[in-house]
């Protein structure tokens, strides 16, 4: 899979794609990112990429032109399956809409900031847009790593055990049931005998249950 993001930030995603899960799946080559500075793509002096607002109102706008020329340079080199915009009023991110994404194999995001970018390129350009949660942030780029994130551990391969992925939490609208690891016992607090039987099927069972009280107290919306 390949994943180009463009952004007017792109110090702010080196660190969250250069550790751990990432940058395993970047080091098999089982994942692509490429981050496009947005003002290398002005005109204008100073490589300005934000104007004020028709209407007038309080905080710029991302202008069209630099978006537009870094959108068509790209696309004159892959096709994009999507073109995401990650914005807080886009559809907001969950388990199943990665892993749709984790199936494509070219997607092209676009970090929003300020207050967002000219419409009309939401109107020509943009085929999804996603948001990370009900709040707002300092702009896009963290909810890009976000996304890649949760796109790129799901790729074949990059997890050592492809079966962990799963049973994370919401991939059966369940959330994960509790886990346990040695010791067996830590002041008294003891692991459930259960988990210690050796028997699959009332292991399996037990965590289920678990998972479905989970779900029941913190997020009966699952359900």
């Known amino acids: 899979m390949r994943i180009d993001i463009i952004t007017v930030l792109p110090e702010l995603l080196e660190s969250p794609l250069s550790h751990s899960i990432m940058k395993r799946a970047q080091a098999k080559g089982m994942l692509e990112v490429h981050?496009?500075?947005?003002?290398?793509?002005?005109?204008?002096?100073?490589?300005q990429v934000d104007d004020y607002q028709f209407g007038g109102g309080a905080g710029m706008v991302m202008m069209l032109?630099?978006?537009?020329?870094?959108?068509?340079?790209?696309?004159?080199?892959?096709?994009?399956?999507?073109?995401?915009y990650l914005t807080p009023d886009g559809e907001t991110l969950n388990q199943r809409m990665a892993n749709q994404l984790s199936l494509k194999g070219n997607l092209l995001m676009l970090c929003g900031h300020y207050k967002g970018i000219d419409q009309r390129i939401r109107d020509h350009f943009i085929t999804k847009e996603i948001s990370i949660g009900d709040y707002v942030l300092s702009g896009g780029e963290l909810g890009a790593a976000v996304l890649v994130d949760a796109i790129g551990r799901l790729l074949p391969g990059v997890l050592n055990d492809e079966t962990s992925a799963l049973f994370d939490s919401f991939q059966d609208n369940l959330l994960a049931p509790p886990v346990y690891t040695r010791p067996v016992e830590f002041r008294?607090?003891?692991?459930?005998?259960?988990?210690?039987?050796?028997?699959?099927?009332?292991?399996?069972?037990?965590?289920?249950?678990?998972?479905?009280?989970?779900t029941q107290a913190r997020r009966p919306d699952l359900l």
């Open 35 to 47: 981050v496009h500075p947005l003002r290398a793509y002005s005109s204008l002096k100073h490589n």
């Open 65 to 84: 032109e630099p978006i537009v020329n870094a959108i068509e340079s790209l696309q004159a080199k892959v096709k994009y399956d999507e073109i995401i």
């Open 188 to 214: 008294g607090w003891k692991v459930p005998d259960v988990l210690l039987s050796g028997d699959h099927k009332k292991i399996e069972e037990w965590r289920h249950q678990q998972a479905v009280e989970r």
